[in-house]
């Protein structure tokens, strides 16, 4: 097709031979750009992803923050402590308010354990039940304790790029994979070059929009752009919200060697 366009001349202009063999390769670069792209693209997006969340959670890490559940007639706040390290261990515990003190989740190795010290009892959450609410909350258990499943149980694709005070924002369109235990159909991820999530939305398995969240304040805090305020909102109700306000995080910190363990969990000493 190439050949003939060039021994006919596009738009019945005579080409030499130098210029046709030129056309010829500008058009077989554009040909196969798609492809190359595409492959560059789905691997810088899944490094992005994973940037964002290393740069979160930091090597170690301790933090405290205030969780505000919002209705429209009623508004409650909880208090908490969070430790992680790496991207596959985390523990979460409520200190505050006193009917609330001392539930906690753990994450390792993707496997998750709640605890509730009103029945003294520690409940391993399967896969099913990781995208439930977190004490009432917009969040999810999964949520809660930073699971990095978006990394390594999705295909990433960069679909656009934003601006954001002065900054490059990478729009990230993730699909699960077809065996991968998740329950939405897809996720679309807005993260800023400096590695701040500014906004996730996650898509039932309908492709309709089910829930967003957005970082509302970006303070820099140990020589690294965080995400200090992010509101979770479901679409499908008005007024309804779920904000974290994170109070305080310490990523020059050492851990005990029985920090991410069920009596860790169950005791806070």
Not at 46 to 61: P, V, W
Not at 67 to 72: L, T
Not at 132 to 155: P, T
Not at 232 to 251: P, S
Request: net charge positive; charged share 25%.
């Amino acid at each position: 097709m190439i050949r003939n366009a060039c021994q006919m001349g596009l738009g019945n202009v005579h080409l030499q031979s130098g210029r046709c063999v030129l056309i010829f390769w500008i058009m077989f670069l554009v040909l196969i750009n798609p492809i190359v792209s595409a492959g560059a693209s789905e691997k810088s997006a899944r490094d992005i992803i994973k940037s964002a969340i290393e740069t979160y959670r930091g090597e170690k890490s301790y933090s405290e923050a205030e969780m505000i559940i919002h209705r429209p007639t009623w508004e409650r706040s909880m208090a908490m402590k969070v430790w992680t390290e790496g991207v596959d261990k985390s523990l979460v515990r409520v200190v505050s308010p006193k009917k609330d003190a001392g539930n906690g989740n753990l994450l390792v190795d993707g496997k998750m354990w709640s605890y509730s010290p009103k029945i003294n009892r520690v409940i391993k959450i399967p896969s099913s039940m990781s995208q439930q609410s977190w004490m009432g909350s917009d969040f999810s258990n999964n949520d809660i304790a930073r699971a990095d499943d978006l990394i390594d149980r999705y295909e990433h694709k960069l679909i656009a790029t934003e601006k954001h005070e002065g900054k490059v924002v990478y729009v990230i369109e993730s699909i699960p994979h077809d065996d991968a235990p998740v329950v939405w159909g897809k996720e679309i991820v807005k993260i800023r070059s400096d590695n701040v999530i500014l906004e996730h939305s996650l898509y039932d398995q309908e492709g309709v929009l089910a829930k967003v969240l957005k970082t509302e304040e970006v303070r820099n805090i140990s020589g690294r752009s965080v995400a200090t305020i992010q509101r979770m909102r479901r679409v499908d109700v008005e007024n309804e919200w779920t904000e974290i306000r994170l109070k305080k995080i310490d990523f020059n910190i050492s851990l005990s060697s029985n920090m991410f363990t069920l009596t860790r969990l169950r005791n806070p000493q």
